[in-house]
């Protein structure tokens, strides 16, 4: 595992203000008796300008917290609770939860963008790039000249690291990275203040992922926006995002700063995650694995969802579950484990 070296947190960053406040946020799959709960009260703030890393195994609840958020979520997805505010820039808080479909046509792309698993094979194969950039363009921003749309797709393949002259070029012209980056262009094209990211690099080699994300972490800080990346990959999140939040079972099991998350990971969970994932540069951690599987959401283990897995069980974890609570004083992490939580013998 490499030492965190891209992107300490700034000052900035670290106090910067929320940009979408996540409370509580619960989604099942199905309803009634069939239903399945897939996200469990879920807390998670992004803050203006950072990037938050999302990790965890396949099935954690990353991408259903992702098309929760967007409003993407299709059946038998359904948002049984919480709150998700976004904070415009100089404006107030708006709900996003209520948001009229016309209010989430608007959103959607301008403020909040997301780049989708396996995104780089969504391009028309029949279509340019000019033409798939300048439609986005057309479509919101129907003030624009067609020289303006030509001209702003240009600057957006610049900004990606891809020569401008391949704006004619079809998809099957393209590498994977190329594609890749052109869907990211897309995602930036109106200067969204969020960008979503779900596995965007999992399909391309790990240097390629690395040089991909080394460019989103330089244009966040030359255009300010914030970004959520997913991945199940902890170490690229280790080296590239101010903060990490963890799943499990459709719960965040920790949150902290990626390096103090790196340094002394307090969930077990989050520990054997650091001892999956082969480091490219740095010391070498013994790569150990989590034994077992991510549990099934039809049968939930009861208390800690971890504990059939974890080599710290005892006695409160297979009873209650543990709440996400802050851990000592550090008010930048909280952590959901008995471990780490004096109230164990409290009310779960
Ligand atoms: P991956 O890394 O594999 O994408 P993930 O962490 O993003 O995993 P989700 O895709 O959000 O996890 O899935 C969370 C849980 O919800 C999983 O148990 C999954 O089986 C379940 N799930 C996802 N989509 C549906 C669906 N359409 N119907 C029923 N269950 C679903
Ligand atoms: Fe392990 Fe218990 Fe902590 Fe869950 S609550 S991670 S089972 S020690």
Request: a neutral charge; aromatic letters at 4%.
């Amino acid at each position: 595992m490499s030492t965190p070296e891209t992107t300490p947190v700034t000052t900035d960053v670290a106090t910067a203000p929320p940009v979408l406040e996540i409370s509580s946020l619960c989604v099942d799959y199905g309803v009634g008796q069939g239903a399945v709960r897939a996200l469990h009260d879920v807390d998670l703030t992004l803050r203006r300008g950072e990037v938050l890393g999302l990790a965890g195994e396949s099935g954690s609840g990353k991408s259903t917290l992702a098309y929760a958020v967007t409003r993407l979520l299709s059946p038998p997805g359904v948002i049984t609770g919480g709150d998700v505010r976004y904070h415009p820039r100089g404006g107030e808080p708006v709900d996003v939860l209520a948001m009229t479909p016309q209010e989430l046509r608007a959103f959607r792309w301008q403020e909040i963008s997301i780049v989708f698993q396996g995104a780089m094979n969504s391009l028309n194969p029949v279509h340019t790039v000019r033409t798939q950039l300048t439609d986005v363009l057309k479509a919101h921003r129907p003030g624009m000249s067609r020289t303006e749309r030509v001209e702003r797709a240009r600057e957006l393949l610049s900004l990606v690291g891809i020569s401008p002259d391949r704006l004619s070029a079809y998809p099957h012209q393209l590498s994977g990275g190329m594609r890749q980056r052109v869907m990211i262009a897309m995602a930036l094209a109106l200067e969204p203040e969020v960008v979503i990211m779900d596995e965007p690099t999992t399909a391309l080699d790990v240097v390629m992922q690395r040089q991909i994300l080394r460019q989103l972490v330089r244009l966040r800080e030359e255009l300010g926006f914030s970004v959520v990346f997913i991945t199940h990959d902890i170490s690229l999140l280790i080296e590239f995002s101010d903060r990490i939040a963890i799943m499990y079972g459709g719960r965040i099991v920790e949150q902290a700063g990626a390096a103090e998350i790196y340094r002394d990971p307090r969930h077990p969970y989050s520990d054997g995650l650091l001892h999956s994932f082969p480091a490219l540069r740095g010391p070498r951690r013994e790569l150990t694995g989590i034994p077992g599987s991510p549990p099934d959401l039809k049968a939930m283990p009861p208390g800690c969802a971890f504990h059939p897995r974890c080599p710290k069980a005892f006695d409160p974890c297979d009873r209650r579950v543990p709440r996400l609570a802050p851990v000592g004083t550090d008010t930048d992490r909280s952590v959901a484990c008995w471990l780490n939580d004096d109230r164990r013998s409290g009310e779960a």
